[in-house]
């Protein structure tokens, strides 16, 4: 009989644990981290070649398109792929939706207009929506909660690597093969996965009798588009008041309440709201939506600020993040180490919460004439924070349920934390974008206006080529604008902190998933 992964938890089989467990999950969790990996690497390595795409394919009118079809497709599909797992099985469920990515990505390569890469992306996004949460319910199905802080240092590590990585890798491949290898480098690697997965993973069988709660997932998608579409669109394509968000807002509400009303009729509904009853799962919710939230609105004006005001090169911008990411890292190791040997957590969402604050409010005292060093310091402070965080979140998430809704509670907790990251954007790009338009104006006149009338970002072409006083003006706005955004996120952050107060010290489950038939 092939090697298997499933713990006994009955005393006779703690021997077999012990002696066959360590080897084979390291070789699932190397495929597990690779599939993490492209989960995350695939926007940034795709950023990076969008100037190319665009120079090839034509259609700059639907260059956004070629990203938010992606993300689109990953939000509302998150929640299916975690019900599918706890329906019908984990391992067979993960591998179709790393299949369904590699699919996208193949042909995602071979578009030859804008049009069809759109709707290649958008297959791409939903295979992507099943990869993060299946590699998190599987680590949740091997390895029980008080073990699982061990491993965090790798998941952190992954991010880290993807973050600073990707756009290196990114301008590498496009310049030197090409930007459909920017596609095409997922599958080498897809493979490997797989056939890791294929050989190695063995988790018990499961077979629902009820049906797929097809309404739900009907009305939760168009719930989250609507959602997704609005915080994309708003401020950008259309006026925050405009019609067509109006109408985007309505649709939004009357899905997702409608959702709710559903998911206590449905017999087998997507996300069962009972899980929620666990103060700890509620609370880890909210607080993963928080730190989505500040993360993705950091990572986005930090590379901004340092390239326009302090002059840093584009070319290495993953490189400048590498102070947050970097604490973010060891911070993240040394939680799981704590929580491992001690069994206790509750002190790291108070203490990442508060540094999130202090570091954000730091990051807002930036100007045109703070160094290098010393918003280095302040994004190390708002990594420790980030670190604390961002997998004590999904551990205390998992621990709160039942193993039969392992997958919903992973997922549902990605989903919140890809939705603070859409809000996050979308809010603080919105006061970024309208403050620096601002002082623009303010500082000088009519020429601001119209060098930031089409955007608020300049990339380092357009920035060399203006004048210089214009050029010191737009470097206050930044400025001013950075200082709104951090702010902002600061006053949010407050609120992770008094909710991460209220979290329970529960004890971590120790042991693993039930023995049976594995698939």
Same mark, same amino acid.
């Given at each position: 009989?092939? $090697?298997?992964?499933?713990?006994?938890?009955?005393?006779?089989?703690?021997?077999?644990?012990?002696?066959?467990?360590?080897?084979?999950?390291?070789?699932?969790?190397?495929?597990?981290?690779?599939?993490?990996?492209?989960?995350?690497?695939?926007?940034?390595?795709?950023?990076?070649?969008?100037?190319?795409?665009?120079?090839?394919?034509?259609?700059?009118?639907?260059?956004?398109?070629?990203?938010?079809?992606?993300?689109?497709?990953?939000?509302?599909?998150?929640?299916?792929?975690?019900?599918?797992?706890?329906?019908?099985?984990?391992?067979?469920?993960?591998?179709?939706?790393?299949?369904?990515?590699?699919?996208?990505?193949?042909?995602?390569?071979?578009?030859?207009?804008?049009?069809?890469?759109?709707?290649?992306?958008?297959?791409?996004?939903?295979?992507?929506?099943?990869?993060? /949460? *299946?590699?998190?319910?599987?680590?949740?199905?091997?390895?029980?909660?008080?073990?699982?802080?061990?491993?965090?240092?790798?998941?952190?590590?992954?991010?880290?690597?993807?973050?600073?990585?990707?756009?290196?890798?990114? *301008?590498?491949?496009?310049?030197?093969?090409?930007?459909?290898?920017?596609?095409?480098?997922?599958?080498?690697?897809?493979? /490997?996965?797989?056939?890791?997965?294929?050989?190695?993973?063995?988790?018990?069988?499961?077979?629902?009798?009820?049906?797929?709660?097809?309404?739900?997932?009907?009305?939760?998608?168009? !719930?989250?588009?609507?959602?997704?579409?609005?915080?994309?669109?708003?401020?950008?394509?259309?006026?925050?008041?405009?019609?067509?968000?109006?109408?985007?807002?309505?649709?939004?509400?009357?899905?997702?309440?409608?959702? %709710?009303?559903?998911?206590?009729?449905?017999? $087998?509904?997507?996300?069962?709201?009972?899980?929620?009853?666990?103060?700890?799962?509620?609370?880890?919710?909210?607080?993963?939506?928080?730190?989505?939230?500040?993360?993705?609105?950091?990572?986005?004006?930090?590379?901004?600020?340092?390239?326009?005001?302090?002059?840093?090169?584009?070319?290495?911008?993953?490189?400048?993040?590498?102070?947050?990411?970097?604490?973010?890292?060891?911070?993240?190791?040394?939680?799981?180490?704590?929580?491992?040997?001690?069994?206790?957590?509750?002190?790291?969402? /108070?203490? !990442?919460?508060?540094?999130?604050?202090?570091?954000?409010?730091?990051?807002?005292?930036?100007?045109?004439?703070?160094?290098?060093?010393?918003?280095?310091?302040?994004?190390?402070?708002?990594?420790?924070?980030?670190?604390?965080?961002?997998?004590?979140?999904?551990?205390?998430?998992?621990?709160?349920?039942?193993?039969?809704?392992? *997958? %919903?509670?992973?997922?549902?907790?990605?989903?919140?934390?890809?939705?603070?990251?859409?809000?996050?954007?979308?809010?603080?790009?919105?006061?970024?974008?309208?403050?620096?338009?601002?002082?623009?104006?303010?500082?000088? *006149?009519?020429?601001?206006?119209?060098?930031?009338?089409?955007?608020?970002?300049?990339?380092?072409?357009?920035?060399?080529?203006?004048?210089?006083?214009?050029?010191?003006?737009?470097?206050?706005?930044?400025?001013?604008?950075?200082?709104?955004?951090?702010?902002?996120?600061?006053?949010?952050?407050?609120?992770?902190?008094?909710?991460?107060?209220?979290?329970?010290?529960?004890?971590?489950?120790?042991?693993?998933? $039930?023995?049976?038939?594995? $698939?």
């Amino acid at each position: 009989m092939a $090697e298997t992964l499933t713990v006994d938890t009955g005393p006779a089989g703690q021997e077999d644990q012990a002696g066959e467990q360590p080897r084979s999950v390291r070789v699932v969790l190397l495929a597990l981290m690779i599939t993490m990996m492209l989960a995350m690497l695939d926007n940034m390595i795709i950023g990076t070649a969008m100037p190319t795409i665009v120079g090839e394919l034509g259609g700059l009118e639907h260059l956004s398109w070629v990203v938010t079809a992606y993300t689109l497709a990953t939000a509302a599909s998150t929640p299916l792929w975690g019900k599918l797992g706890d329906m019908y099985g984990r391992k067979g469920v993960f591998m179709a939706s790393i299949v369904l990515f590699l699919v996208g990505s193949a042909l995602s390569g071979m578009a030859q207009d804008m049009g069809q890469l759109i709707g290649f992306r958008a297959v791409q996004g939903l295979g992507a929506g099943g990869l993060m /949460v *299946g590699v998190m319910a599987i680590i949740g199905d091997l390895i029980p909660p008080r073990e699982r802080g061990k491993y965090q240092g790798m998941m952190a590590g992954v991010m880290a690597l993807a973050m600073i990585g990707g756009p290196l890798v990114g *301008g590498t491949i496009t310049d030197h093969w090409g930007w459909r290898w920017a596609f095409y480098i997922n599958l080498p690697l897809g493979v /490997v996965a797989l056939a890791a997965i294929s050989v190695v993973l063995h988790l018990p069988r499961k077979r629902a009798q009820a049906r797929i709660d097809y309404l739900g997932a009907g009305l939760l998608t168009v !719930g989250i588009t609507a959602i997704v579409l609005v915080t994309t669109w708003g401020g950008t394509e259309y006026a925050w008041t405009s019609a067509m968000i109006m109408e985007l807002v309505a649709i939004g509400v009357v899905a997702l309440v409608g959702f %709710v009303f559903w998911q206590t009729k449905a017999a $087998e509904p997507v996300v069962p709201l009972h899980i929620f009853r666990s103060r700890n799962f509620t609370l880890m919710s909210v607080i993963g939506f928080i730190t989505g939230f500040v993360m993705f609105g950091a990572t986005l004006f930090l590379p901004l600020y340092q390239q326009s005001v302090q002059g840093a090169s584009a070319t290495n911008s993953g490189l400048l993040l590498l102070p947050m990411l970097g604490a973010m890292l060891v911070t993240s190791m040394v939680a799981g180490r704590v929580t491992t040997n001690t069994g206790r957590y509750k002190l790291f969402p /108070v203490v !990442g919460s508060a540094l999130m604050v202090v570091g954000l409010y730091l990051l807002s005292t930036m100007d045109t004439g703070t160094s290098r060093f010393t918003s280095g310091v302040f994004m190390a402070v708002v990594g420790f924070g980030m670190g604390c965080l961002m997998q004590i979140t999904m551990l205390v998430a998992q621990n709160s349920v039942e193993m039969k809704d392992m *997958g %919903v509670a992973s997922s549902s907790t990605t989903l919140f934390r890809t939705l603070g990251s859409s809000f996050g954007v979308a809010i603080m790009g919105a006061l970024f974008n309208n403050r620096v338009q601002d002082v623009m104006s303010e500082r000088a *006149g009519a020429l601001g206006t119209k060098i930031t009338e089409q955007s608020a970002q300049l990339d380092a072409a357009s920035l060399a080529k203006l004048p210089e006083a214009a050029r010191e003006a737009y470097q206050h706005a930044v400025s001013s604008g950075t200082h709104s955004a951090f702010l902002l996120g600061s006053v949010v952050a407050v609120l992770s902190l008094m909710t991460a107060v209220f979290v329970k010290e529960v004890p971590l489950k120790g042991t693993g998933p $039930e023995a049976g038939p594995t $698939e």
